[in-house]
């Protein structure tokens, strides 16, 4: 059973070039980049001469033990931790995805979703490629086998140069690590240090857990090539307008990581201080659904002197399917997540600090399950502005059908969820506290301006129809 109310991350990718134990670190690399994708995983190593591979559905300590990751051999490896965003959840779409090319193997792991793929694949197939896959990363595998005779610098420009969307990309052959971010730089890369390695990661968190040093971005439209001779950067694309993807910020990196520049866990906390600053609210207590809206939760209570409770409390150790109980046993999936405290919710008036509302059905019964535990009344304040548009940058919620605020109003919102009030932060309030500049984010699920125009009939299944 999954909540499928929540936005789903995209993917995660990690490198490592350099390292005697490059396999183990990718596979701690992963580990921590759970939290992007949680479908499938996989591995690809290499010695310099020999490429080796394991890729399957799960979660990472699911798919890789002792005696698997002893079959990966190699200095070099990239892994990645997928949920669809394009093409369906399946073995075959698991990635890292590689294929071999005039005798060189070429691996990619891609964070993003590409906007243009359906037209770059039809050309690749009207001129004899021939896919494995329905997703939009194996189109970069088939641009670089194209152009790679030309050598591999000259088959990055020209791959990057053909793709349009939200792609950060490690990539291998035998003897090289690379990676590549858009123009845009959607989604985020960084690069770091350890024992004279080179670690490639989507977030910082996992170059904590390696004990890696963090050295910097890789920036938008930026390509490196890392090999024996060092790490090279190339910037062959034109500069654009940075387009950070602001719901990583509020919902999708995780709060120990930095990325564009910020600690994500501070973002959060000053969101939460913007919305105590722009909706006084009368209330005994405020509370996160945990761990959603924690940080915010912080930040509101800190700023409107509230007391911070914790009504529901989290079972850690619930996976991800469980046997169904009987009917009788209503709303079980929620409360088997999260238990009300009765104690403290009983005659108490309550404000929820949630990060983000996009179907409305989990906050609807979650709400219910407080009512029932006594709460007197229900305020609810998120940290952004409502959901209106879909996302075509890898987020999933690629249609408007899957978002309630595209067809209802705030009031609509709050009385189907069953709130005493619902406040949602301002366009403003929210790019105030990411401590950046306003024109360095996409910010199209909440006004509708795509920084790069989507293709027609976009979906997560289109390379499928
Ligand atoms: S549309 Fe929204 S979720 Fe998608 S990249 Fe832009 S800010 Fe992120």
New binding site residues.
Partial sequence: MRCMDR?REECGVFGVFGHNDAVRLTYFGLYALQHRGQESAGIVSSTGKSMYEHKAMGLVPEIFDESVLNELHGHIAIGHVRYSTTGSSIIRNAQPFSASHAGKTLAVAHNGNLVNAREVRRDLEDTGSLFQTTMDSEIIVHLLARNVHRGIEEALVKTVSAIEG?YSCVLMTEDSLMAFRDPNG?RPLCLGHLDGAYILASETCALDLIDATYVRDIDPGEIVIINEHGLQSIKPLSNRRK?F????YIYFARPDSTIFGQTVYGVRKRLGQRLALENPIEADFAMPFPDSGNYAAIGFCQQSGIPLEMGVIRNHYVGRTFIEPAQSMRDFGVRVKLNPVKDILAGKRVIIVEDSIIRGTTSKTRIKTLRQAGAREIHMVVSCPPHQ?P?????DFSTRGELIASSHTVEEIRAFIGLDSLHYLSLDGMLAATGLENDH??????NGEYPIQPGEGLSKLHLES
């Fill in positions: 936005a939200a959607f387009s993807c602001i719901f990583e548009h996302c075509f940058y890898g987020i984010f996409c910010l199209a699920c909440f």
